[in-house]
């Protein structure tokens, strides 16, 4: 098995919070845009710091972008474009977040294999942790909709992904969410609206809705302990110089804006990772 002395060759498991919402979303950006590291695969699994909604680069195109991130920050949420694809998604101290880093950046891995893969093994954790009917596929007026979002029963969608391919390699990051509060079901909806984006709130849930007795950090040891025996990961630590960047993004009230994460990483690279 790789271990973390294997300079080039390390698959690395991470847990725990990188620190701010908006450090943890700026992190996965810096290593991936790292132009020298040592590792070649990295998984991130974490229960985020505090509220934010993540934005997308398409999210910014909508007319309502700017309405949509007042709501947010009033609301009490971090707004940030992160750097994956897809459309918004909100979540807090109910969710957990895992970020996939791949050193190849062969684009064949970025189709829909990669996200039927990781749905598929997703979903099979999800049904371990009890009465969890976990299917793959988007279920109607869903937010951030994608064929391969997770739901349960085929009514309400509890994680989606998304990806972002660069010439040094991927990212693929997936939020779950577990317990749902209000405050993140509200933001949901009048966020999507602003953006004039077509949302069933009913199609919001978590999987405590269905196991009332899983929490955010039950999830998170759960995807851990599959993805370190799965890819054979060992357990590290985000590298300090990273943080000790990251953790410089403060963000400001840009005109309306959220703080945009690839802006940032593209003014200030990252040291070697």
């Known amino acids: 098995m790789p271990t973390a002395n294997d300079a080039g060759h390390?698959?690395?498991?991470?847990?725990?919070?990188?620190?701010?919402?908006?450090?943890?979303?700026?992190?996965?950006?810096?290593?991936?845009r790292a132009p020298a590291r040592r590792w070649s695969q990295l998984v991130h699994v974490y229960v985020p710091h505090g509220p934010t909604v993540a934005f997308s680069a398409r999210d910014l195109r909508s007319p309502g972008i700017a309405a949509a991130t007042e709501l947010a920050r009033s609301a009490g949420f971090e707004?940030?474009?992160?750097?994956?694809?897809?459309?918004?998604?909100?979540?807090?101290?109910?969710?957990?977040?895992?970020?996939?880093?791949?050193?190849?950046?062969?684009?064949?891995?970025a189709g829909r294999s990669t996200f039927a893969g990781?749905?598929?093994?997703?979903?099979?954790?999800?049904?371990?942790?009890g009465d969890?009917?976990?299917?793959?596929?988007?279920?109607?007026?869903?937010?951030?909709?994608?064929?391969?979002?997770?739901?349960v029963g085929g009514v309400t969608k509890v994680v989606g992904?998304?990806?972002?391919?660069?010439a040094t390699g991927s990212l693929f990051s997936t939020v779950v969410q577990v317990v749902v509060s209000e405050r993140v079901r509200a933001v949901l909806t009048g966020v999507?609206?602003?953006?004039?984006?077509?949302?069933?709130?009913?199609?919001?849930?978590?999987?405590a809705d269905h196991v009332p007795a899983l929490t955010a950090e039950d999830v998170a040891t759960a995807f851990a302990a599959d993805y370190?025996?799965?890819?054979?990961?060992?357990?590290?630590?985000?590298?300090?110089?990273?943080l000790a960047h990251a953790s410089?993004?403060?963000?400001g009230v840009h005109g309306g804006s959220p703080f945009h994460v690839d802006d940032w990483t593209r003014a200030n690279p990252a040291p070697i990772t």
Request: hydrophobic residues 40%; charged residues 20%.
């Open 132 to 151: 969890v009917d976990a299917r793959v596929g988007e279920v109607a007026g869903e937010y951030c909709p994608g064929e391969f979002s997770i739901n």
């Open 118 to 129: 990781n749905a598929r093994e997703h979903a099979r954790v999800l049904r371990s942790l």
């Open 248 to 251: 410089t993004a403060t963000p």
């Open 228 to 242: 370190r025996d799965r890819l054979g990961l060992t357990d590290g630590q985000v590298p300090a110089g990273v």
């Open 10 to 32: 390390a698959r690395l498991l991470l847990s725990g919070s990188a620190g701010s919402a908006v450090t943890e979303l700026v992190v996965p950006a810096l290593l991936l």
């Open 161 to 166: 992904s998304a990806q972002r391919v660069t």
């Open 79 to 109: 707004a940030v474009v992160r750097s994956p694809g897809g459309r918004m998604v909100a979540y807090d101290d109910g969710a957990v977040v895992i970020d996939h880093l791949d050193s190849a950046s062969d684009l064949r891995r």
């Open 192 to 207: 999507s609206d602003a953006l004039g984006y077509d949302l069933r709130q009913s199609s919001i849930g978590g999987l």
